[in-house]
C-alpha cells in the first residue's frame, strides 16, 4: 500500500541575519517589497522586520536593473506586495546567497499524512511543496507517531530503507518503507 504524505508550509521562515540596531539575529518577512525605478533601472528589495526591535531591513532581490527586462506579471506582484511572490524569492538560493541570509522553518510547516502508521508493510511517497531542509527521521517519527530514537533504531535494524541517506537532511521528494 503506497500512502502519500505531503510538507506544507504554514508560514513565511524566520530570516537568520544579525541586527545592526540590536544584534538580534531573527527578522520576520511580512511580504512587503520596495521597488525604487531610477529612469530605466529598477531596484527591489523584500523588506524584513527585526523580532527584536521591529528595525526595518532589505533582502535584495533586483539591483540596477533595466525595466523592460522584468516580466510585467513579476512587477505587478511586486507592486501588490504579493506574499506568495515573498515565500517563492525567500526559498531561492541566488537570493539566500546574494544577501547572505539563511532561513529557519521551526514551527512554519507540517506534515500532512492522511492517517497513523498501520500495517505490517508500507511503502510512504514524501512530497515537499517547498524547500523546507528536514530530516527523514523527524518526518518519520511524527507520521508514525514514533520517537526519534525509535526510528533510528529502525533505520540500523533494517526496518526503514530508502533510496536516500535517512540520517542527514532532505529538502526534496523521496520515499522509503517501513517494515514494522
Known amino acids: 500500500m503506497l500512502e502519500n504524505w505531503v510538507v506544507v508550509p504554514t ?3 524566520v530570516v537568520l541575519r544579525r541586527c545592526h540596531a540590536c544584534g538580534s539575529g531573527r527578522f520576520r518577512a ?3 517589497f520596495r521597488v525604487n525605478a531610477n529612469h530605466k533601472l529598477i531596484d527591489v528589495w523584500l523588506l524584513v522586520l527585526c523580532t527584536g526591535c521591529e528595525d526595518t531591513a532589505k533582502l535584495t532581490i533586483l539591483e540596477r536593473v533595466n525595466v523592460r527586462s522584468v516580466r510585467p506579471d513579476l512587477l505587478e506582484r511586486l507592486h501588490e506586495n504579493d506574499l506568495g511572490l515573498a515565500a517563492e524569492l525567500l526559498q531561492d538560493p541566488a537570493v539566500l546567497r546574494r544577501n547572505h541570509v539563511s532561513l ?9 499524512t492522511g492517517s497513523l502508521c498501520h500495517g505490517d508493510f508500507r511503502d510512504v511517497s514524501v512530497r515537499f511543496e517547498a524547500r523546507i531542509p528536514l530530516r527523514p527521521v523527524r518526518l518519520i517519527a511524527e507520521g508514525c507517531g514514533l520517537s526519534r530514537g525509535e526510528v533510528e533504531r529502525l533505520i540500523e535494524e533494517g526496518k526503514v530503507v530508502s533510496a536516500v541517506r535517512l540520517l542527514g537532511k532532505v529538502s526534496g521528494d523521496f520515499s522509503f518503507t517501513l517494515k514494522c
Not at 104 to 112: K, P, T
Open 11 to 13: 508560514c513565511l521562515p
Open 30 to 32: 511580512n511580504g512587503k
Open 104 to 112: 529557519d522553518w521551526e514551527g512554519a510547516w507540517r506534515l500532512d
